[in-house]
């Protein structure tokens, strides 16, 4: 099992930008899959971003693509979600999540694919 650390959240204008960070406590050397969900107030998780293990492939959800970046620096077991042009619909909780064993060119977009979670990051954007 995989435990998780987000940080990077906070309060930000609208049109500003924010770098989350996600790191694992665990070093594993299976294959890794991750990915990142945000909790809207009154709603439930929703995909956002998700990564291979390798990094080749990669799955945006339209409401964030062209804006959002996520990227993977497997040395260090850090997994990033590069955010510009943030509107105050993207406040939420953001949390990432892993999925360890799977196959390494796997991108998950489903919330049940992913065993392992963080305790989240809050995201405030302001108008």
């Known amino acids: 099992q995989v435990q998780l650390v987000e940080s990077g959240g906070g309060l930000v204008q609208a049109g500003g930008s924010l770098r989350l960070s996600c790191t694992t406590s665990?070093?594993?050397?299976?294959?890794?899959?991750m990915g990142w969900f945000r909790q809207v107030p009154g709603k439930e998780r929703e995909f956002v971003a998700g990564i291979s293990w390798t990094g080749a492939r990669t799955s945006y959800a339209d409401s964030v693509k062209g804006r959002f970046t996520i990227s993977a620096q497997n040395a260090k077991n850090t997994l990033y979600l590069e955010m510009n042009s943030l509107k105050p619909e993207d406040t939420a909780v953001y949390y990432c999540?892993?999925?360890?064993?799977?196959?390494?060119?796997?991108?998950?977009?489903?919330?049940?694919?992913?065993?392992?979670w963080g305790q989240g990051t809050q995201v405030t954007v302001s108008s």
């Open positions: 665990q070093r594993t050397f299976r294959t890794m899959a």
């Open positions: 999540a892993a999925k360890v064993g799977s196959d390494y060119r796997m991108v998950f977009l489903s919330e049940a694919e992913y065993p392992n």
